[in-house]
């Protein structure tokens, strides 16, 4: 009976016999651990398995191994973990800039939508040919481009003025204080010859004694001051704020002029769609169509949408 057991291990006849006639005969464990223990006269071949080293598993469900047995084990795992190749990492791509913020007009002649504030005879056409840009309210909807419009006017004369961001709704007087003596340091490094624009996003935010920070630095010319909002600055502005600034009312855009920035995204190498996905990409009439009609005049809608797309 023992017999049978140790050859239904993989043991050879003459081992097992060897085994139990070592141990009595009588258990089939004690043949085993003998078999285990004994030291084998020669290595194997490399090509032929020992013959001691048995599948045991259907046999003993926890074999006992000796500590010294277990730090072996574990540092042979160790070495085979060490010299195995490293995993192949998974290469990510850095977040990219969204489509609408890449398309941003560099200068005014990249503006779509705005002609009666932006053509040669007007305001602001007329302020950027002389190199002469007031202090301005711009009053416009959502998504009509006042931020890209206050960094299309210093693009225009960028040799003579700098522009600074700011936005209501992170900074305070503290924020506004430190820009003006920076401009002071830069005007006096400079010799005067460059001035400073203060572009502040959603002006409405800033109470009235914030707001009338702003007042003393305007009057003396310290800085150019921008300020864009979507509330009616009649309601939400001080009197004072647009005495010293001309009020500018930007027109909602029409789907022409969204289709128009929409095909400027899709012939631009260097800035549009393609960029994303850094293959070029046809969109039908059709698609950009839909976008420009149903965009509700938001120009960063469509654009996003156009990416996504």
Not at 228 to 236: G, L, R, V, Y
Request: aromatic letters at 4%; proline letters at 7%.
């Amino acid at each position: 009976m023992e017999m049978e057991q140790l050859l239904s291990m993989g043991f050879p006849n003459e081992l097992a016999a060897e085994a139990l006639a070592a141990t009595g005969g009588k258990s089939t464990l004690k043949a085993t651990e003998w078999i285990l223990s004994r030291r084998p006269s020669a290595d194997p071949p490399p090509n032929n398995p020992s013959p001691s080293q048995p599948k045991l598993d259907r046999f003993f469900a926890k074999p006992i191994i000796p500590a010294t047995a277990t730090t072996t084990a574990t540092a042979s795992a160790t070495q085979l973990v060490e010299s195995a190749p490293p995993a192949k990492r998974v290469k990510t791509c850095a977040p990219q800039v969204p489509l609408s913020e890449r398309m941003r007009p560099h200068t005014l002649h990249e503006v779509v939508g705005q002609d009666h504030l932006l053509s040669p005879t007007s305001v602001l056409g007329c302020a950027v040919d002389t190199n002469r840009l007031p202090s301005v309210i711009l009053w416009v909807p959502p998504g009509t481009g006042k931020t890209s419009i206050a960094k299309a006017i210093v693009g225009s004369v960028v040799s003579s003025y700098r522009l600074v961001c700011l936005s209501a709704v992170t900074c305070g007087v503290k924020d506004v204080r430190e820009v003006v003596e920076e401009t002071r340091r830069v005007k006096l490094k400079n010799n005067w010859n460059k001035r400073t624009v203060l572009f502040v996003d959603e002006v409405h935010r800033f109470n009235k004694s914030q707001q009338d920070s702003f007042l003393p630095v305007i009057e003396d010319g310290s800085i150019v001051f921008i300020g864009a909002t979507i509330e009616n600055p009649s309601f939400h502005l001080i009197t004072p704020l647009l005495f010293r600034c001309r009020v500018l009312t930007l027109n909602a855009l029409k789907p022409c002029h969204v289709g128009r920035l929409l095909r400027q995204a899709m012939e631009d190498i260097d800035r549009g769609v393609g960029k994303s996905v850094e293959v070029r990409v046809e969109v039908k009439d059709d698609a950009i169509e839909f976008l420009s009609s149903n965009c509700d005049g938001d120009a960063c809608v469509a654009l996003n949408a156009l990416e996504i797309y």
